[in-house]
């Protein structure tokens, strides 16, 4: 992959976490609920996503940044239980958690050394 096409991903990858975290913290409107467990399946999208995107602009570094979005969820839930209109929950960071499993071949495959 090009080196001007890596540094757009990485550039991309800061900007999201950037934004999913201001959007974390902002007060929110209700929204209809399709199913009870809609919010920890947004979670879960939001952080395979973020997940892809970081193994797209940093594919060798895929322990490194399971374990750095792990932080960056729990932070996230920590800063939401700081806010009047916020509310931190153990169960969000566990869906992110769910959605970092989308990177657990790429950390499995460097472990082994395949690839």
Not at 8 to 35: D, N, Q, Y
Not at 60 to 84: D, F, I, K, N, P
Not at 97 to 108: D, K
């Amino acid at each position: 992959m090009p080196a001007s096409v890596r540094t757009l991903l990485r550039v991309l990858f800061i900007a999201a976490l950037g934004g999913a975290f201001w959007l974390a913290l902002i007060p929110i409107e209700p929204v209809i609920k399709l199913f009870s467990w809609q919010d920890k399946v947004e979670h879960a999208l939001l952080f395979a996503g973020l997940a892809t995107l970081g193994i797209a602009a940093w594919p060798q570094r895929a322990g490194v940044l399971a374990a750095g979005l792990l932080a960056y969820g729990a932070a996230m839930e920590v800063a939401q239980s700081t806010t009047a209109y916020r509310v931190g929950d153990p169960l969000d960071w566990l869906a992110d958690a769910v959605g970092l499993l989308i990177l657990l071949p790429f950390v499995l495959r460097r472990k082994t050394g395949a690839g």
